[in-house]
Structure formats: structure tokens, C-alpha cells
């Protein structure tokens, strides 16, 4: 699950793109109180404007919505062939993101400071665990 898939309304407005722009994904912020239309933030105009005012939209598509965030507590995100010259990769679980469905996401960074999910990652190693051993 890419994060961009995560936001408060729960929807992401899908944009096809134009000659001058190209297609994109863009988080649903709030909803339009007299039409229920899907409202997205415009960054030329500074302001909130219907999906439905640009002539690219697509459609919406669901999105998770985040409902809590507790730390790593420990755990270990684990790939096998992730690190430099594909030898194994292990990175420090930040935080597990809980959906409104109960799934739960780890998010880790990286060595150069990048926030991901690791939702990819081969395993999952608990506190005080070494990679194969229970």
C-alpha cells in the first residue's frame, strides 16, 4: 500500500491527465456541503475546488482511512535482497498505522531520512527476534 492511498476522507480523486498535465492521484480533502461533490486542493489557486471542475477527472477511487498510529515497539521490517548489491535489508518499524478496517500498516525510514510503507518487506521481526529464530 503506497501512502499517498491514505487520507481522512477515506477517497482519492483519479485525474487522467491533459496535454499540459499529466494524469495523477489526489487526496479527497472534504466534500461539498450543498452538491456532496468531491472537493481537492487546487495548489495554483490556493483554495478547495470540485473534482468535477477539472476536465481530466477520472473518477474516485476508496482510500484508507488512518484511525490511529502506535509506535514500532520494537519490530523490524525485513527484505532479502532489498539492500545494496541485493543482500538482505532490515529497517526500524516506526510507527503501525491502524485503518478504519483494523489493518495495519508499518511504516519505516530509511538511511537517507525517506518515510515508506513496508508493506513489500519479506518479514516482520519481533522485538528481541533474530530472522529465523522464535
Given amino acids: 500500500?503506497?501512502?499517498r492511498y491514505f487520507n481522512?476522507?477515506?477517497w482519492t480523486a483519479i485525474f487522467n491527465g491533459t496535454e499540459t498535465e499529466t494524469g495523477r492521484m489526489v487526496r479527497v480533502?472534504?466534500?461539498d456541503p450543498a452538491t456532496g461533490t468531491a472537493l481537492v486542493v487546487d495548489p495554483k489557486r490556493g483554495a478547495m475546488r470540485p473534482v468535477t471542475d477539472y476536465e481530466d477527472f477520472s473518477h474516485l477511487e476508496k482510500a484508507d482511512q488512518v484511525v490511529a498510529a502506535v509506535p514500532g515497539g520494537g519490530w523490524r521490517a525485513y527484505w532479502k535482497d532489498?539492500?545494496?548489491g541485493k543482500t538482505p535489508l532490515t529497517e526500524q518499524v516506526l510507527a503501525w498505522l491502524i485503518t478504519a478496517h483494523g489493518r495495519a500498516?508499518?511504516?519505516t525510514m530509511d538511511a537517507h531520512g525517506h518515510v515508506e510503507d513496508a508493506d513489500s518487506a519479506d518479514a516482520f521481526i519481533p522485538p528481541g527476534e533474530e530472522l529465523g529464530h522464535a
Wanted: glycine share 14%; proline share 7%; charged share 20%.
Fill in 82 to 84: 532489498e539492500g545494496p
Fill in 29 to 31: 480533502e472534504a466534500w
Fill in 105 to 107: 500498516t508499518a511504516i
Fill in 8 to 10: 481522512q476522507t477515506g
Fill in 1 to 3: 500500500m503506497d501512502l
